[in-house]
């Protein structure tokens, strides 16, 4: 089996950058939606701060805003510790190679998502699969 050719340091280089302003951008997001959703009350969140009575039309809604923020908080998540992954395939030299064929994963690709562990063709069939 031929040697796999490597990045060179200047493209990792590039490549970490990317992943490491993706993170920083995950991170803020993710404190925004804290910040907004989580350290609130239902009232609060609402803006009622009457003692009248809350309604349980509105605390359905917020329920639901609530249930909306935690799930894009957990996808946001998910794709932080993608980023983590990445990383750690460049420093243990297996960044820029399909993780299923171990083919060289296309500049184009990793630009567009550095953080992707898979080749278009190994990405297509694992969503077809279902995975």
């Known amino acids: 089996m031929p040697k796999k050719k490597k990045l060179n340091k200047k493209e990792l280089k590039s490549y970490r950058d990317l992943l490491i302003k993706k993170k920083i951008n995950l991170l803020e997001g993710i404190n925004h939606l804290t910040n907004e959703t ?3 009350t ?3 969140a609402s803006g009622d701060l009457s003692g009248y009575a809350y309604h349980m039309a509105d605390m359905a809604s917020d329920v639901y805003e609530t249930d909306l923020l935690l799930q ?3 996808g946001e998540r998910k794709l932080f510790m993608k ?3 990445a990383l750690r395939r460049m420093e243990d030299g297996e960044y820029g190679f ?3 064929c171990k083919k060289k994963i296309g500049k184009t690709r990793l630009k567009a998502i550095p953080h992707t562990p898979y080749c278009r063709g190994c990405q297509e069939k694992e969503e077809k699969s279902g995975r």
Do not use: F, V
């Open 42 to 44: 239902q009232r609060e």
């Open 83 to 85: 980023i983590d992954e």
């Open 98 to 100: 399909c993780m299923s």
């Open 72 to 74: 894009l908080a957990s």
């Open 38 to 40: 989580l350290k609130k």
